[in-house]
């Protein structure tokens, strides 16, 4: 058997694992022992290292499989109780019945637009934001991932000032692209890969007048700040709320010195803190509504 043989006989076994609708005892093994061991040989044994579903779980890993609302099993069919919801990804739950509907209508017609035709869903989408989002935000862009977003709002921040330092909060985390991590609060992340190209600045998370001292010594040495960039609550930090007149100061600090602000909606977006928004209205997303309705910066 070649290697490539071997390719495919390995993802047909793994297809067949998929499609099957339970999964027993013996099969439960080989998952739990194969993604161990594929972690470690081929994707990043760190996470073997240093995770507690796999030190502290005795003889088997624990090896998520399946979910249903806010309840998800390991292939052996423990149960969890999930309150991370995929960082804000699975707000809906696990397997929400309409999504899942929808999801394979969708896929057995096209799973990707050609990019040549125009694909109608993502035109579907975009007006579907425009009405739930606050203020007079009525266009989108789509990416893949939150670090993405975040390289969008700098790039954005850029181009409408056309300065290039961002103020910035510690601890905060932003995503792991180039961009991002010019503004992540975290030493872990950042620093293997300095320098950047923008001169950036951090200021404690929820002290509005450091913000304020911090611009206030930009301007005194000449420094063009493009924003302010912060999360509603900071969520890698450990949930961190802060007080409820931080964000009202920082809005009007920003609004005084001129420059943009920055809501970094991945964690704290689409319900996940009980509203739709993590932000109060009228504050989210200020750059878009800013370049696209060309008002003065808010
Ligand atoms: C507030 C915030 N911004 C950005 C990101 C980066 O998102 P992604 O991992 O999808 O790139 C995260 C990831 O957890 C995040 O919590």
Not at 73 to 82: A, R
Request: hydrophobic letters at 40%.
């Amino acid at each position: 058997m070649n290697e490539h043989d071997d390719a495919i006989a390995y993802a047909d076994k793994w297809i067949n694992i998929i499609k099957s609708p339970s999964i027993d005892e013996q099969t439960a093994k080989t998952v739990a022992k194969e993604t161990v061991d594929n972690f470690v040989n081929h994707f990043n044994k760190g996470w073997v290292e240093y995770k507690k579903s796999v030190t502290e779980s005795g003889e088997y890993a624990g090896t998520e499989w399946s979910g249903d609302g806010a309840v998800f099993q390991d292939v052996f069919g423990d149960k969890y109780l999930d309150f991370l919801g995929g960082y804000g990804a699975l707000n809906l739950g696990w397997s929400h019945p309409e999504v899942v509907e929808a999801v394979r209508a969708q896929a057995g017609k096209s799973g990707i637009p050609t990019q040549e035709l125009m694909d109608p869903l993502r035109g579907v989408l975009a007006n579907l934001l425009s009405k739930i989002a606050p203020g007079n935000i009525d266009h989108s862009f789509f990416v893949a991932s939150g670090t993405e977003t975040v390289e969008g709002a700098l790039k954005i921040a850029k181009l409408y000032t056309g300065k290039t330092t961002f103020i910035s909060t510690v601890k905060g985390f932003h995503g792991k692209t180039q961009g991002s991590l010019s503004v992540m609060g975290k030493k872990d992340y950042r620093s293997p890969l300095m320098p950047y190209g923008s001169q950036n600045f951090f200021i404690p998370y929820g002290d509005a007048d450091a913000l304020d001292k911090q611009l206030e010594i930009c301007e005194a040495v000449g420094i063009g700040v493009a924003g302010f960039i912060a999360e509603p609550i900071q969520g890698e930090a450990g949930a961190r709320v802060p007080s409820d007149d931080y964000w009202p100061k920082v809005r009007e600090i920003c609004t005084r010195h001129g420059i943009l602000l920055i809501a970094d909606e991945v964690q704290t977006g689409l319900g996940r803190t009980g509203k739709l928004w993590g932000w109060i209205t009228g504050v989210l997303f200020p750059i878009l509504c800013a370049l696209q309705n060309h008002l003065e910066v808010v």
